[in-house]
Every structure is written in C-alpha cells, then in structure tokens.
C-alpha cells in the first residue's frame, strides 16, 4: 500500500515563527501537493512539485515556501506563520489512475495551530 | 462560477435510504472526475473514478453528464458507515493538478 506520512499530527507555533511541515511517500511518485483544508473552503492548492527541485504554485501560494531536494519528500515552510494561517494541511502524491486522471493519496494530515 | 461545486449538506438519510448527490464543474474540457470520501478528522481517500460511461462499485454508482457538467453520485441501502463527507474532484487538464469540491457531508441516521 502507498503510504504517505506527515511529520506532525498537530503542531501549536506562535506568531513570527518559522513553521516546518514535512511529508514523506513511499511508492517513488513523482508528483507532490500541499493542500489546506478549511471549514467551508475546502481543499486549496497551496504547492505541488512533479520533480526534485521543481515546484509550482498552486492557487493560495502567498506566506508559504517548498523545498524538494529528494524524490520522497516534500517540505512545506511558513516562513513568518500568521493566525490565519492556522488550519489542517494535508500532503498528497500521485499515481496515474486507469483512467488516465491522478489518483490522489493523502498524508493523515498536521492541525497546526498559530497563537 | 466556482470551478467545481457541490451542496454541502448536511444529507441526513434513515438506514436504508437511497440518496445521491450532484456536482457541477464549470470548465467543459475537464478530462478526468472522481468521487473521494473523508471522514471526520481523517484524510480524503478515492472513493471512485468516474468514467463517461458511468461506473459502478457495489451500492455506489457514478455517473458523468458531459452535456450539462456535471457528475453524480448515488448511494443505495445507506448503511451507518456511509456516514462521511464525499467531496467531487475534477481534473481540469491542467498537469496533475486536480480541483476539489467544498465536499457533501452525509449523516445516516438508525
């Protein structure tokens, strides 16, 4: 089975903090994503990188950074974490499906918390 | 127009019941769709692909309707553990990046 994995489950920073989320899969794919899922929002497409080194900015980049130096893992940084900035964040990696489309598979997802 | 949407509910449905539900997507060449479920304080997992013929998996059945774009999904004999919320996914074309629905929350009640 795939196994996507997050560095925290929950994680309470302070304000001005530099906040670092890491995600690390198992199965070799190429292709990773952080999302932020907010009541009401949805999920929102913060990054994804479909190689080391390579990343691209999704629909909500502004106040977060990515670090890919190796296939596995995907590294999110809040570099100054603000209050609204506090909500759960999931990490996703892709296997083409059979029907051409990516099939997702999720990380178990880190609340983080800015005070 | 939002890229993809869908009625967040709640859904409350009695043991048993058929329910479905429905999601618009708002750009006509999106190439790819499926049904994700997610539990309360877990991650989303595929629930299942749509495919243009329509596809069927045990009590679920999803269609696609190109024409009016939109998907659906419906649930027969709704059992306590369909109690989650089904978020629609659509794949705009865009290089594996997909788009998610705000989820339907379905509550199946005894």
């Known amino acids: 089975d795939v196994k996507v994995t997050q560095s925290s489950r929950?994680?309470?920073?302070r304000t001005g903090e530099k906040v670092f989320l890491e995600c690390v899969q198992d199965m070799d794919h190429e292709n990773m994503f952080w999302y932020r899922q907010d009541p009401g929002l949805g999920l929102r497409l913060i990054y994804f990188s479909y190689d080391v080194k390579m990343k691209e900015k999704g629909d909500i980049p502004e106040g977060y950074s990515v670090s890919r130096e190796k296939k596995e893992r995907f590294s999110l940084i809040l570099e100054s974490a603000s209050t609204n900035q506090t909500s759960m964040y999931l990490c996703a990696s892709t296997l083409l499906g059979t029907s051409g489309g990516p099939e997702q598979f999720f990380g178990p997802g880190t609340r983080l918390t800015v005070l | 127009r939002k890229e993809v949407e869908q009625d967040p509910g709640p859904f409350n449905v009695p043991e048993g019941a058929t329910v479905a539900f429905n999601c618009t997507y708002s750009n006509s060449a999106?190439?790819?769709f499926f049904w994700y479920r997610q539990d309360c304080r877990k991650e989303p997992k595929l629930l299942m692909s749509v495919?243009?013929?329509?596809n069927e998996d045990g009590r679920f059945t999803a269609q696609l309707n190109r024409a009016s774009q939109y998907i659906s999904l419906l649930i027969r004999d709704s059992k306590l553990s369909d109690s989650a919320t089904y978020l629609c996914v659509v794949n705009p074309g865009g290089y594996q990046k997909v788009t998610f629905g705000i989820g339907t929350k379905l509550q199946v009640i005894p």
């Open chain 1, 10 to 13: 929950y994680l309470v920073k």
């Open chain 2, 30 to 32: 999106s190439q790819s």
């Open chain 2, 51 to 54: 495919y243009s013929s329509g």
